[in-house]
């Protein structure tokens, strides 16, 4: 079992930078990707970017070229620098650790509110 805990959201000005931190403890296997996603209000949650293990990345078309997805195996932890940020950018994100192998898990994060005014 897996437990994930979210930091570093808040409120920011359209244009503004944020950095979203997500630090995993309890057995974790490996192959895994870590994300982000994330729910505005009244919408369905959404992939943002994840990194598998190996470094891999993968972006929504909406956030490529403004976020940056990073890792550090050493420590379990999964950042989400978010640059140039939208209003449209603004809801609840959600880390998320799942299973890249034959060990099938898929723990969640609490979430964390990204508020983004214009």
Do not use: H
């Amino acid at each position: 079992q897996a437990q994930l805990v979210e930091s570093g959201g808040g409120l920011v000005q359209s244009g503004g930078s944020l950095r979203l931190s997500c630090a995993a403890s309890g057995i974790i296997f490996r192959p895994n990707a870590m994300g982000w996603y994330r729910q505005a209000p009244g919408k369905q949650r959404d992939l943002v970017a994840v990194i598998g293990s190996g470094g891999a990345t993968e972006y929504a078309d909406s956030v490529k070229d403004r976020f940056t997805i990073s890792r550090d195996n050493a420590k379990n932890t999964v950042d989400l620098q978010m640059d140039t940020v939208k209003p449209e950018d603004t809801g609840v994100y959600y880390c998320n650790l799942k299973s890249t192998g034959a060990l099938k898990f898929d723990y969640w994060g609490q979430g964390t509110q990204v508020t983004v005014s214009s």
